[in-house]
């Protein structure tokens, strides 16, 4: 599966991050990328710049599909944090869960706790457009 090659053993799985229409703040099963990655809830000014760390080292595929993904359906809505975080703690919940891949500064923001949210590294892509569940 483009661009996580490394989900070809079926133990690996890519979720969306949950939204709400902006002019409604209604929830919705949409998503602001058509392929579910490249539009990123990036950090405050306050929040670790991972993605920042990253490409000044040299990992330019970090932040790749951010710079070809069109950026204009990001503004049609508002990251959902509350039903993110709460989607992510039923996944750390279950036993046969190994990793939860997300991006540091929402670990942060959205108060994540459990020790199977952890940093993916400089040398994978950017999970602050998608979650990353892996199985033990």
Same mark, same amino acid.
């Given at each position: 599966?483009? =661009? ?7 133990? @690996?799985?890519d ?13 919705? *099963? ?23 760390f ?15 993904? =069109?950026?204009?359906?990001? !503004? !049609? ?16 919940q ?9 991006? =540091?500064?929402? @670990? ?5 706790? *459990? ?12 999970? !602050? !457009? ?5 199985? *033990?």
């Open positions: 599966m483009f =661009p996580h090659l490394s989900h070809n053993d079926g133990q @690996k799985l979720l969306a991050f949950c939204y709400k229409i902006k002019t409604t703040l209604i929830a919705t *099963n949409e998503a602001p990328s058509p392929i579910g990655y490249g539009i990123c809830e990036e950090p405050t000014t306050a929040e670790k710049n991972t993605a920042e990253c490409s000044q080292r040299g990992y330019w595929q970090y932040s790749f599909l951010k710079s070809v993904m =069109p950026q204009g359906r990001k !503004d !049609d809505f508002v990251f959902y944090g509350e039903k993110t975080k709460c989607l992510v703690e039923l996944f750390c279950d036993n046969r869960i190994g990793k939860v891949f997300i991006e =540091p500064h929402l @670990k942060l923001r959205l108060q994540l706790t *459990n020790s199977k949210i952890r940093f993916h590294g400089c040398q994978a892509v950017r999970h !602050d !457009d998608h979650i990353h569940v892996q199985l *033990n």
